[in-house]
């Protein structure tokens, strides 16, 4: 297994907030993330013109959990938007000014997905925050997200919020190619005196046998916990509620888990997943 | 001339004759187990601690020394040790009042039981509870339900979206919640491209955006009913977790405690109290933000929070044989009620049952306890807060600030403890006396009054058993044995202290004392037992220990700076004897005393009186001496004397009556105008007929004159005129008596005034024939001449102011 060029050493995060308040805790986790491994912080506000066009249509109107609604109105909308975007870089600034990391920010204004590939290419990791929606978490994930998930070449961080990175790393291990990317950047990432849990996902036992000595042999000298389940959803959700909290990589290839189920297991795993491609 | 003896030798003092016992030393005989000579006490202890009947409880009167301590707290050994063993005691925390703890009865042994069963059921409930809502089969239940609840809002809103959806309408969040859009090739229509769209899609855009706002609304409206039903059917599936859990815990305990309802009941407020707190057991919800590769930080237990479901043991006879006995030895209030203390925690005072502590009275509960009277009234309101426990048959605990409403602080009122024991006071015999008189509760609380006696009589079966009790106590403080000689001499210097040759001493203390000192002279002189020597020596020693102030006021004397005389005659002058107790010493020496007269109205003035220098006693002795002579000499006459009696050289206060006889002598002696023999001196009291009465300290009070003649030198006209009635209270020292064996000194015994004055004069004092009048030359007629003329003289001096009147 040969390590993937660019997750030899993460040198660059960028970490893309928005308006919505999920964005905090991938900022907070981005920024102890480049702290420890001394990498640089690209903050990118993006201002989202579906928003801004939302606002400016004439029967906008807003719905609060409380059943308090209110008109909606371009330049409210824009001071709001300019107002977010000076939050979040002053959070980034103090954030990024206790941990002594280093940092930029900028601010983007269109389609969200579309600004953050273009950032993306410039640095090594990805950090989103999600939120699976108090209401609705079954099947969906934001439209951004799931267009990020499809086209990005990069890592991505996803925290549901409210969490935060946590040890152990969990590595959900299939054999793909992704999954052996997953496998290196979690070797990466690890210490290695400190132990992590590697999910051999396989419907064959035999295939699990055989991947399990796969990442054997790679993870040598990595002190390793291995579990096992079935490659599902619902088998992978019941297997991560009995492991400790801790961050997951998850292979974003469809041989693993088709699209859909990624996006199931995403919104529903309320943990901090690195999906790997 | 009198015919009035001395006292022979023998009747100077006891004599106890060593052969009269048949042992060698004292370490053959038999240990007394009985208690001497407190025949009353005893019975009264035994009837007091008998019944049980509220109200009985005892008061031991008797001076100290007399062994009340003693007595009793053996009694109540001997009597506690057949008795049950008294029950255990614990509070628990009430769940329903937190500031009553409730207070449970447990038989003995089983209150540290219950205490440890209900920590270790603490300890397996934070193993078990933790476990089971971190098992896979209650995560499965709760995730089932969570998503059953999340599915029905998600329902709402994917039907929604949905219905957006088929209408090219999108849910957009927003920063503070959602908003419907409408979308083109999926994207946000923009405000150009809307402008440009006819009036009727417009319009129904707006309408289906209107509607779909509708459902959102009704949807949004469903949130908090279905969010509290989560909650209440996550609720509904911990409890009933938690009750199986905690059900099989307390079963167990159900079994062990199931003879005693009061546990059970409160095993199930425990149960009920524990299914309502269930987070108190449980870890904390997983999730909290940690650092990346850093330690996860996890919330401890809430330790005052289990605190409620310990036991308080505040009484544990698990150790004890028999009923307790207690004795208190500083009553103060909150050690006799018990306190409840507090901790300082944040600038404030907190307190929880845990902080309850017992008193004496509830150490003692089911048993006996016993205190000291005098030290129980010494201590603020702790005789009242004693009386009303009594009183009420049960114990509250509560400060004095709370007892006397001068705190109004909120803190805890603990159910009370029901009280059944008796209290024993000890103290003296004045005490019991003054409460009985001023305390109506008392007679009320206290209705066996065990009294002491300070003497008992020195017959043989007395003397055999006293010798006996000897060797118990020396047995006892490991002292050497006594032989016969210091047997004998043990028993005279107790009727010493008894102060009577008819009686021996019961201050078992003063007893003790003396020989623990002769053992420590009989070591000091290598003996290997206790002669009559040694507990001479000891006696010796104490006095020598105390006597400096009697020997500074010998030295006076015998200097002249105090003038006494002990030879020849005086007219109205008398030596009169006098005490001193200093500690536990008292010494005797004389003081002279002296009257003169005048002619006056009838009066005798006691100069001590005037100045007021003379208590009552002296002054009634006074005025009892004046009624003699009024009575005797003025009966058919006016008495136109004016008197002045003093005792001479004395400037501090006179008290009691045992000088009166020697007053009147010195009175007689100055209206008779005849000499007083100044070799004799003379104690006793007088009532108006002229009997001389018994006067306490007869012994001091010769020895004082002896010693005074002595170191002067005796002529062999010295001695002492006593009282008759004192002959039987003679115990004098061994030199006095060897003194009156060789005639050097005398003491009599006197028992009328004409027979006390006829030997201070030498002349008889006369009695009166059939026609009233005394012999010539009699004391008593030349009195009655002198007084005759006195009256006469103050008649014609009457007589002359009227003449120059009427001139």
């Known amino acids: 297994m040969n390590p993937t060029p660019g997750l030899q050493r993460i040198r660059r995060i960028l970490v893309a907030v928005d308006a919505c308040t999920h964005s905090v805790s991938a900022l907070e986790a981005a920024v102890q993330l480049a702290a420890q491994l001394h990498a640089e912080l690209v903050g990118l506000f993006v201002e989202d013109t579906n928003l801004l066009r939302l606002a400016a249509l004439p029967f906008a109107r807003e719905w609060g959990t409380t059943t308090l609604v209110r008109r909606m109105e371009s330049t409210t909308m824009d001071r709001a938007l300019r107002h977010q975007a000076q939050q979040m870089q002053q959070l980034l600034a103090r954030s990024a000014a206790q941990h002594q990391v280093r940092w930029s920010f900028r601010v983007a204004r269109g389609e969200i997905a579309a600004q953050v590939r273009q950032v993306a290419e410039e640095v090594d990791l990805v950090t989103l925050g999600i939120n699976p929606w108090e209401y609705t978490n079954q099947l969906y994930l934001e439209t951004a997200t799931r267009k990020l998930l499809r086209d990005s070449l990069r890592p991505m961080l996803l925290l549901p919020q409210g969490v935060a990175l946590q040890s152990p790393l969990i590595c959900l291990y299939t054999g793909t190619p992704a999954a052996q990317h997953a496998l290196e950047l979690a070797k990466h990432l690890s210490a290695p005196h400190q132990p992590m849990t590697v999910v051999i996902a396989s419907n064959d036992p035999q295939n699990a046998l055989r991947l399990r000595e796969q990442a054997a042999q790679f993870l040598a000298e990595q002190a390793v916990q291995w579990q096992h389940c079935q490659l599902t959803v619902a088998a992978i959700l019941a297997r991560l509620r009995l492991l400790p909290a801790g961050t997951v990589l998850l292979p974003a290839d469809a041989t693993s888990l088709p699209e859909r189920e990624r996006d199931m297991l995403l919104a529903k795993s309320q943990r901090a997943v690195i999906v790997v491609q | ?807």
Request: aromatic residues 6%; contains cysteine; proline residues 4%.
């Open chain 2, 1 to 807: 001339m009198t015919d009035i003896q001395p006292l022979a030798p023998a009747r100077l003092a006891l004599r106890i004759d060593p052969a009269q016992f048949h042992f060698t030393t004292t370490a053959e005989l038999d240990d007394l187990t009985d208690v001497l000579g407190q025949a009353r006490a005893t019975e009264a202890i035994r009837f007091g601690i008998g019944i049980r009947r509220a109200g009985y409880n005892l008061f031991v009167l008797g001076s100290p020394g007399t062994g009340r301590h003693t007595v009793v707290r053996r009694f109540l050994e001997q009597q506690a040790a057949t008795e049950a063993v008294a029950p255990d005691w614990v509070y628990v925390h009430s769940f329903v009042q937190p500031h009553r703890p409730h207070i449970l009865q447990l038989p003995a042994g089983w209150g540290r039981r219950l205490r440890d069963d209900m920590q270790q059921l603490i300890e397996d409930l934070l193993a078990t509870i933790p476990a089971v809502f971190e098992s896979e089969q209650y995560r499965a239940r709760r995730h089932e339900l969570e998503e059953e609840l999340k599915a029905r809002r998600e329902h709402a809103f994917e039907e929604l979206r949905a219905e957006a959806e088929n209408h090219g309408i999108t849910l957009l969040r927003t920063p503070s919640g959602m908003a419907f859009a409408p979308t083109r090739n999926g994207e946000v229509i923009s405000p150009e491209e809307y402008e440009k769209l006819p009036e009727a899609d417009k319009k129904r855009t707006e309408e289906v955006i209107a509607v779909l706002e509708e459902k959102l609304e009704r949807i949004i409206q469903q949130i908090q009913p279905w969010r509290r039903e989560g909650l209440q059917r996550i609720h509904a599936l911990d409890r009933e977790v938690m009750q199986s859990a905690v059900g099989q815990l307390l079963e167990e305990l159900h079994k062990t405690y199931h003879e005693l309802p009061a546990v059970l009941s409160y095993l199930e407020t425990v149960q009920q109290a524990i299914l309502d707190n269930a987070d108190m057991f449980r870890n904390e919800e997983e999730g909290e933000g940690v650092n990346f590769l850093g330690m996860t930080l996890r919330k401890g237990k809430d330790g005052e929070a289990l605190q409620q479901f310990s036991v308080n043991l505040l009484i544990d006879n698990g150790d004890t044989h028999g009923a307790p006995v207690i004795a208190e030895d500083n009553p103060t209030f909150p050690a006799l009620i018990g306190r409840i203390e507090h901790l300082a925690q944040m600038g404030t005072l907190v307190t929880d049952f845990t902080l309850i502590k017992a008193g004496a009275l509830h150490h003692a509960n089911g048993g006996y306890l016993v205190l000291d009277a005098m030290k129980v009234l010494m201590q603020p309101f702790a005789w009242e807060g004693l009386k009303r426990a009594l009183r009420a048959g049960a114990l509250h605990i509560e400060s004095l600030g709370q007892a006397l409403s001068l705190v109004s602080t909120v803190s805890l009122e603990p159910e009370p403890m029901p009280l059944d024991l008796k209290v024993i006071l000890v103290g003296e015999p004045l005490l019991y006396y003054l409460l009985s008189h001023y305390d109506p509760d008392f007679a009320e609380l206290f209705k066996v009054a065990a009294d002491f006696s300070e003497e008992m009589p020195c017959d043989a079966n007395g003397l055999q058993l006293y010798a006996r009790l000897l060797a118990t106590m020396v047995k006892r403080e490991q002292l050497l044995p006594l032989d016969r000689t210091a047997v004998a001499r043990t028993l005279e210097l107790s009727a010493r202290l008894a102060e009577d040759a008819e009686k021996l001493s019961l201050h078992m203390r003063d007893i003790t004392d003396l020989l623990r000192e002769a053992d420590y002279w009989a070591h000091d002189a290598k003996h290997t037992i206790i002669t009559r020597e040694d507990i001479q020596r000891a006696y010796d020693a104490k006095v020598y220990r105390a006597d400096h102030l009697r020997e500074r006021v010998y030295a006076e004397i015998e200097r002249g700076t105090i003038l006494i005389d002990t030879q020849n005659t005086k007219v109205g002058q008398v030596n009169g004897l006098s005490v001193i107790g200093l500690g536990q010493f008292a010494f005797g020496y004389p003081t002279r005393i002296t009257a003169s007269v005048q002619l006056g109205g009838g009066e005798v003035i006691d100069i001590q009186r005037e100045v007021e220098l003379g208590g009552p006693i002296h002054s009634k002795g006074v005025m009892i001496l004046e009624g003699f002579v009024g009575g005797r000499y003025a009966a058919e006459q006016p008495l136109a004397m004016s008197a002045r009696l003093t005792f001479e050289q004395t400037y501090g206060e006179v008290e009691g009556d045992s000088a009166s006889s020697a007053e009147l002598y010195a009175l007689l002696s100055a209206l008779a105008t005849m000499p007083i023999k100044q070799s004799l001196a003379v104690t006793g009291s007088v009532n108006q007929h002229g009997e001389i009465q018994a006067i306490g300290g007869v012994n001091e009070k010769i020895e004082g004159f002896f010693d005074i003649c002595r170191q002067r030198g005796l002529t062999g006209e010295q001695g002492v005129l006593i009282p008759a009635a004192n002959v039987k209270h003679l115990l004098l020292r061994e030199d006095v008596i060897q003194a009156c064996a060789a005639k050097q000194f005398h003491v009599y015994a006197i028992e009328t005034i004409d027979a006390g004055i006829a030997l201070l004069t030498g002349v008889p004092a006369g009695e009166r024939d059939a026609s009233g009048e005394y012999p010539q030359g009699s004391i008593n007629q030349l009195v009655a001449a002198r007084l005759a003329a006195m009256a006469q003289t103050a008649r014609e001096f009457a007589q002359v102011g009227k003449d120059k009147e009427l001139i």
